[in-house]
Every structure is written in C-alpha cells, then in structure tokens.
C-alpha cells in the first residue's frame, strides 16, 4: 500500500447497528427442488466493524449478501438497514435506500464494458452527484492502493479477471458506504495481491466507521476480520 487514501467529503456519522438482520430464512426454487438457502439467520453488524463470513460452496454466502443488500427478500424474517426496515418500503424507495446506504462488491465485477478502470470509478461519483475535485482525488488514490493506476485507462476486456475484481473493490470503495457487502473479493487474486485487498478492506472499514461483510472461503484472509462467521446449511454461527 502506498499513499493513504483520502476521506469522502461526507464520511456517514457513525450509529450504533447499521445492518440488522433477525430471523431470515430465504427459500430458493419450488417445492420438489426447493432449497432453505438461508435458516433463521441472525446478523448485527456495528460501524467500524468488518465482519468476515466463510462457508463451503452452495452454504448460503452469495444469498446472505442479496438479502442484506435488499436484492432479494427473505421469505421470514427482517433486514434493517441504517435503522429502516426494508419490507416497510417500496420498491421504489428500497433502491433508493439501497443506493444511499450500500456498496455491493459482485464476485464478477459487473463493470461498463465502454469504460476503463478510472471511469467505472468516476460514474459511481457521478452517479451519487459527488463528482469532484475530493472524489477525483480519491478515485486515483484508490487505483493505486489496490495496484491499478498503471490500469487505469484500460477497459475490462483489457484487463484479467483479478484486475477487473481489484476494479469493483476500488469503485465500491470510491462513495465509503454505510454498508459494504463484499462477495469473495480475493477468489481470482494471488497471495499478495489478496492480502493487500483485504488489509485495504479492513483499513477503509475502520477510518470510514464503514459496516463490511465479506464472504470469503479463503481461509488465509480471515485474520483481517473483526469477527469470523461460519455458514453451514444457511445456518449461521
Ligand atoms: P454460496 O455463495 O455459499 O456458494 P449461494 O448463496 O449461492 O451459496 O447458494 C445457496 C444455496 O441455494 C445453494 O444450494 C444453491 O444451489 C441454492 N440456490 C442459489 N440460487 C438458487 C436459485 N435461483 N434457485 C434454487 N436454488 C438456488
Ligand atoms: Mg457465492
């Protein structure tokens, strides 16, 4: 890691339990092939705190994540994000509550493929209407933490699959979200790329009182967390 990277010019105040979830079950599929990818989940997560979630393949992880991140609805049970519960709201007003609270980091990037690596961050400024100087400033920064400012006008079909990956923590990283939800952010990266991109994770989590979930099954990165979570069966513990 080289430079630090600057503060958003509006860091979220910090308050106490910004992501609640209590008693989610999430069945996925119909009856004969139905499946319980998630089993009365319980899951508080404070500012400041990054919470790391493992679990073998198929145990509920990626579902864990849709459902906190309100792109999915749980079938029992209730998300509470920054204080609102999703189900009281509309559609409408759930992704506009979503877009003002929550980062998501997809396991595969989802980045514009007209893009390069410095405009995917740029549109999520501009998007939030917080393209500025600060946010330029930020955006380059980001790049070089997480090893891409020599990247940075290169477009995703330039790029390896690690490289697009690094590109989606940075963007994600560019607004310092209330709520950041990461899904295996280290799966297509080397053992010192993924250690820098975690120790960034867990450093950006801290200065911006940021609630991160990630879900890993890299075990060698779990000692960056706050907490360590295991999914088993959508059963959390
Ligand atoms: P993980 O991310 O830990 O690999 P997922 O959350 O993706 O696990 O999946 C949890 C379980 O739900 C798995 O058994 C998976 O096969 C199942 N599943 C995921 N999506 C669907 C779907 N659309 N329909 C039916 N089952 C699904
Ligand atoms: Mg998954």
Same mark, same amino acid.
């Given at each position: 890691?080289?430079?630090?990277?600057?503060?958003?010019?509006?860091?979220?105040?910090?308050?106490?339990?910004?992501? $609640?979830?209590?008693?989610?079950?999430?069945?996925?599929?119909?009856?004969?092939?139905?499946?319980?990818?998630?089993?009365?989940?319980?899951?508080?997560?404070?500012?400041?705190?990054?919470?790391?979630?493992?679990?073998?393949?198929?145990?509920?992880?990626?579902?864990?994540l849709a459902v906190a991140g309100g792109l999915q609805t749980p079938t029992?049970?209730?998300?509470?994000?920054?204080?609102?519960?999703?189900?009281?709201?509309?559609?409408? &007003?759930?992704?506009?509550?979503?877009?003002?609270?929550?980062?998501?980091?997809? +396991?595969?990037?989802?980045?514009f493929g007209s893009l390069t690596a410095r405009e995917q961050l740029l549109?999520?400024?501009?998007?939030?209407? $917080?393209?500025?100087?600060?946010?330029?400033?930020?955006?380059?920064?980001?790049?070089?933490?997480?090893?891409?400012?020599?990247?940075?006008? &290169?477009?995703?079909? +330039?790029?390896?699959?690690?490289?697009?990956?690094?590109?989606?923590?940075?963007?994600?990283?560019?607004?310092?979200?209330?709520?950041?939800?990461?899904?295996?952010?280290?799966?297509?990266?080397?053992?010192?790329?993924?250690?820098?991109?975690?120790?960034?994770?867990?450093?950006?989590?801290?200065?911006?009182?940021?609630?991160?979930?990630?879900?890993? &099954?890299?075990?060698?990165?779990?000692?960056?967390?706050?907490?360590?979570?295991t999914l088993r069966d959508g059963r959390l513990s």
């Open positions: 890691m080289t430079r630090p990277v600057p503060a958003p010019h509006n860091a979220p105040a910090a308050e106490a339990a910004v992501l $609640r979830l209590t008693g989610v079950t999430l069945h996925l599929g119909r009856d004969p092939q139905q499946v319980t990818a998630l089993d009365a989940v319980d899951l508080t997560v404070d500012p400041g705190e990054l919470v790391a979630v493992t679990g073998p393949s198929g145990s509920g992880k990626s579902s864990l029992r049970g209730t998300v509470h994000v920054a204080g609102t519960d999703l189900s009281t709201l509309s559609e409408r &007003h759930r992704t506009a509550h979503r877009r003002r609270h929550i980062g998501y980091v997809f +396991q595969h990037a989802n980045l549109l999520t400024a501009h998007v939030a209407g $917080r393209l500025d100087t600060a946010a330029r400033r930020r955006a380059d920064a980001l790049l070089d933490a997480v090893g891409m400012s020599a990247r940075a006008g &290169h477009r995703p079909d +330039q790029l390896s699959g690690g490289e697009r990956q690094r590109i989606g923590l940075a963007r994600a990283l560019v607004l310092a979200p209330e709520i950041l939800l990461v899904d295996e952010p280290t799966s297509a990266l080397d053992r010192a790329r993924a250690r820098d991109i975690v120790d960034l994770l867990a450093q950006q989590t801290r200065a911006h009182h940021t609630a991160t979930v990630m879900v890993t &099954h890299d075990h060698e990165i779990l000692d960056a967390a706050d907490r360590v979570l």
